[in-house]
């Protein structure tokens, strides 16, 4: 087993440091700490609280993870935070434990998290989801695979993003956002599929042509959502993209955008 550990760096009694493991100059890591086999600590970083970090991470300068939650109702609670594996997390990036007893705050695998961002607690990020500069997340959001996130976007607490999706950078965002879709401006606005992601991500025409039908039928048909979703249902094939559009929908917790 090969740790290394700069010698201006703080790791105390009780952390978890697994094979391969190197933590920067100037980092603290505490006692309640996991971190995961070859996974990089860059200098300044701070890893505390009840935190869970994978295999093959990189944690650069400045970041500050498993702090406690900027919730009112926090009362010391022992909660979470769980990394999973591949993800990058750059610089001066902050995420938050959870607010209730036993309860996580969780970013998947293969995830990039440019500077700044902002993780509040108990979001769920799942696998491969890029969040550009200065991301903002509010408490209780869920972002679904192959999400992207241009910088400088707030997300309100409690809204969830659907698969797929991509937010141009600069939106505001206060509903939920519909997997596949392309979302953009102040009121957000929705412009159409994803097309090149879907098509990127080896999406089949077929599949791309499904998507886009949802979509206008959702959005372009002139129906409210219960009426689109029934007549999602009746009207096209029931493949695995339109289960995920209705399911989402009928998940929601805000209201998806319109």
């Known amino acids: 087993m090969s740790i290394s550990i700069h010698k201006m760096a703080i790791v105390k009694e009780g952390a978890i440091l697994e094979e391969n493991v190197s933590i920067g100059p100037f980092s603290v890591i505490e006692e309640n700490v996991k971190i995961g086999k070859d996974t990089k600590i860059g200098s300044n970083v701070f890893i505390g609280g009840r935190t869970e970090i994978g295999n093959n991470n990189e944690v650069f300068h400045g970041a500050s993870i498993g702090t406690a939650p900027q919730d009112l109702k926090y009362n010391g609670e022992e ?76 997300v309100h607490q409690f809204v969830s993003i659907g698969a797929h999706a991509f937010i141009g950078g600069g939106s505001r965002i206060s509903k939920d956002i519909p997997p596949f879709v392309k979302v953009a401006g102040i009121p957000p606005k929705i412009s159409g599929i994803n097309s090149v992601g879907l098509q990127r991500r080896g999406f089949t025409s077929k599949q791309r042509e499904v998507i886009k039908r949802a979509y206008y039928i959702l959005y372009r048909d002139g129906l409210n959502v219960s009426q689109a979703i029934e007549k999602i249902t009746d009207e096209l094939a029931h493949t695995t993209e339109t289960k995920m559009i209705v399911d989402f929908i009928a998940n929601c917790r805000r209201g998806i955008t319109k």
Do not use: Q
């Open 79 to 154: 909660s979470y935070v769980k990394i999973g594996d591949n993800n990058t997390i750059r610089e001066f990036v902050t995420i938050n434990s959870a607010t209730d007893e036993g309860e996580s705050t969780i970013v998947g695998n293969n995830c990039l998290l440019m500077a700044y961002v902002h993780i509040a607690h108990n979001c769920i990020l799942y696998d491969n989801v890029i969040l550009a500069n200065a991301v903002n997340l509010a408490g209780h959001i869920e972002i679904h695979d192959h999400v992207i996130i241009g910088g400088m976007v707030p």
